[in-house]
């Protein structure tokens, strides 16, 4: 399969599989990513080589750092904005891992500044959290092109100090996805995969890995 090809079955995996984009991504059975609001814009990955054009649709969420928990059920069914009003609420100053959660949030919601602050903060909580080094990432990421090749040049070194992070290594497939990176993709969530496959996230990433391989035997005998 060409490369064009593989990315194009990579990307229609994800959306025509059902299983990530626009709200259906599941971490351990309940919605990891909040209905978009319609005021936000979906941003469009527009990263591909010459000859490797996408094909299908395309459409992703804004881009957001995926957390390693699901989110509680009591939040799953509130919009992107009103998941943030909420986790605001819960914040404490002091809990990187609730500052973590915000800061997703925020970005879910096309909050990017406001995500950067919050991941700061986390960073300030505790200067080694790799979440609050991702998510600072991410953010980079959402300004465009060149944010994206600094956000993976970000991921690749958080990967390499951390090999053992499926946090680390999701959030590195995860990009790759908005940069159109179909070998990244793959591999990076076969890393989640091999590190606990039944963890909430490494579920996700077998799904994930699942639906790919389902878009590209369709494509295949289609």
């Given at each position: ?9 990579v ?9 990530v ?7 351990g ?8 609001d319609?005021a936000?814009?979906i941003m ?5 080589a ?13 881009l957001?750092m ?14 992107a904005?009103?998941?943030v ?6 914040a ?7 500052l ?7 970005q879910?919601a ?11 903060r986390?960073?300030?909580?505790d ?18 092109d ?5 956000a ?5 070194r958080?990967t ?5 992070s ?5 959030n590195?497939?995860w990009?790759a ?5 179909a070998?990244?993709?793959?591999a990076?969530?076969?890393r ?9 996230i ?7 890995l ?5 878009q ?7």
């Amino acid at each position: 399969m060409s490369p064009g090809r593989t990315i194009g079955v990579v990307i229609a995996g994800l959306v025509l599989a059902g299983v990530v984009i626009a709200g259906a991504m599941t971490l351990g059975g309940t919605t990891q990513i909040a209905p978009p609001d319609a005021a936000q814009p979906i941003m469009v990955g527009v990263v591909a080589a010459p000859g490797e054009e996408l094909s299908g649709p395309t459409d992703l969420p804004p881009l957001a750092m995926v957390p390693a928990d699901p989110v509680p059920d009591a939040i799953t069914n509130l919009s992107a904005s009103g998941q943030v009003a909420r986790y605001r609420a819960e914040a404490q100053g002091d809990d990187a891992a609730s500052l973590l959660r915000l800061g997703a949030a925020e970005q879910r919601a096309g909050e990017q500044d406001a995500a950067a602050v919050t991941y700061r903060r986390a960073r300030a909580t505790d200067p080694g959290s790799i979440g609050a080094a991702i998510g600072l990432a991410m953010v980079d990421g959402a300004t465009g092109d060149a944010g994206l090749a600094r956000a993976a040049t970000a991921l690749r070194r958080i990967t390499a100090a951390n090999p053992g992070s499926q946090l680390a290594w999701f959030n590195r497939g995860w990009l790759a996805t908005y940069r159109r990176d179909a070998a990244d993709v793959i591999a990076a969530w076969k890393r989640v995969a091999g590190i606990d496959p039944d963890s909430p996230i490494g579920r996700t990433a077998i799904a994930l890995l699942r639906g790919i391989a389902e878009q590209g035997r369709t494509r295949t005998t289609g």
